[in-house]
Each structure stands twice: as structure tokens, then as C-alpha cells.
């Protein structure tokens, strides 16, 4: 006689990008099996690849690709299915910054963060085409998640800056020109910036670094000196445990 079948519960979540409303179910016993085999083998790319592939498990929908996603939807999305997976809150410490006079507290102390109350924080007055002069414009998109997160934590800061930017470049304009990537290979495009004056590389950089982002907020008390925190949390690795 065959064992039966359990009947799993099904969630939906509004992409922030487009708020394209996407439904998933809860992550099985395997796949959170899965996510801590890959967090311990202490491999970027064998992270990345996991979550894509539990995320890819649990969802509902057949037309939604990963990989053409906005690396923020997929961190939102993960963040989603952790919580009716595991649970929304989640431990995590923080060091207390109060002013004791002479001194900081500095005492590192728990505190339970709710992932439920993660919002994404986009500013959307920020032009996706940036006119470089000289009849020349870069027209800028958000980087897939692959992308973003395989940046190597070893490298220069300017090399993670260019590579970030290589992934994020749509379009160069040339007058009546359009150079797609297609058109030219990564490392071409890497010479093209790194051609760039400081003034045009900075209105790229600008960009960049004001990328949509999420952010949780929670409050909490020092166990040593009482002070009370208002926290903001935006570290991505804690929601794989």
C-alpha cells in the first residue's frame, strides 16, 4: 500500500520589481538539507546554485525564470520562502553602539529579527540611461542574481566595481547606434570602462551604488548596559540556517 501524499500549503508574494504576484509553496525536509550541505561546503558557487535550485523547486508558476531576474527578487523571494518554510523569526547579534560616557558599550548581544517585516528599498528617481557626453549613453539594468552574488570576496574593490558594472550595462549608445552584449565580450566591455574618465565612471558607480537593497528592521535591548536599539539588518546569509 503506498504511503500517502502530504498536501502542502501554497503562498503568494509580489515581486518588487515588477510586483508580479508569484506563488510558491513551503521548501521540504531535502531541500533545507540541500541548503545547509551548500553552506557548509563553504563554496559561492555551489550557494548560488542551490538557492536557484530550491527556489526554482517551490515555485507554483512554470514561467518564471531565474536567471532573468533582478538579484533583489531572488534575495525577496528566498527571504519569502524561508519564512513559511522555517519560520519568521530568526536570531542574530548585534554590538551595542551606546555612549557610556567615556566609552562605547560595545557589548555584542541576541536579538530576534522578524524576516516578515523585510521591505526592499529602491529609489526609483535614479536614471537608468546615463548620458557620458560626446553623443555616448550607457543605458543600465539590475544584475541577475549569478551575477551579484559571484563576485569574489578576495578581489580588489575596484575590479568587484567593474565586474558589477560589466553585469550591469544593457546598452551602449553611440548616436544612432545601439551596441547590445551581443556585440561585444565582457572583457571588451571591461576595457570600455576602464577607459572611461573619472567623471563619467562616477556617474556609472552612482548607479551601482544605489542599488534596490532589503532591509529589516527590529528593536532590541542591550543585555549589559539596557539600551534600547532601533536595528536595521540586511545580512543575507542568515536566512539559510
Given at each position: ?33 540541500l541548503l ?42 528566498f527571504i ?147 539600551f534600547n ?13
Open positions: 500500500m503506498p504511503l500517502p501524499k502530504i498536501d502542502l500549503p501554497i503562498f503568494q508574494v509580489k515581486l518588487p520589481s515588477n510586483q508580479k504576484e508569484i506563488s510558491f509553496r513551503p521548501f521540504l525536509v531535502k531541500e533545507e538539507k545547509l550541505m551548500a553552506v557548509e561546503s563553504d563554496n559561492e558557487y555551489e550557494i548560488i546554485n542551490t538557492t536557484k535550485q530550491v527556489i526554482n523547486n517551490c515555485l507554483v508558476e512554470s514561467n518564471v525564470n531565474i536567471d532573468t531576474l533582478p538579484f533583489f527578487d531572488v534575495d525577496y523571494l519569502a520562502l524561508r519564512a513559511k518554510s522555517i519560520g519568521e523569526a530568526i536570531e542574530v547579534k548585534f554590538t551595542c553602539n551606546n555612549w557610556l560616557g567615556d566609552r562605547v558599550c560595545g557589548n555584542v548581544f541576541p536579538a530576534q529579527i522578524d524576516i516578515a517585516n523585510c521591505q526592499i528599498v529602491k529609489n526609483d528617481s535614479i536614471p537608468k540611461i546615463i548620458d557620458l557626453g560626446k553623443n555616448i549613453k550607457i543605458k543600465m539594468k539590475y544584475p541577475n542574481y549569478t551575477t551579484m552574488k559571484s563576485i569574489l570576496d578576495n578581489d580588489m574593490v575596484l575590479n568587484k566595481k567593474l565586474n558589477i558594472i560589466a553585469g550591469s550595462v544593457d546598452q551602449i549608445i553611440e548616436g544612432e547606434k545601439i551596441h547590445t552584449d551581443k556585440d561585444f565580450t565582457k572583457e571588451e566591455l571591461i576595457q570600455f570602462l576602464e577607459g572611461l574618465t573619472k567623471e563619467q565612471f562616477n556617474k556609472i558607480e552612482f548607479f551601482v551604488e544605489n542599488f534596490p537593497s532589503f532591509v529589516i528592521t527590529a528593536q532590541a535591548q542591550c543585555n549589559k548596559c539596557g536599539h532601533n536595528l536595521t539588518y540586511n545580512e543575507f546569509a542568515s536566512f539559510f540556517v
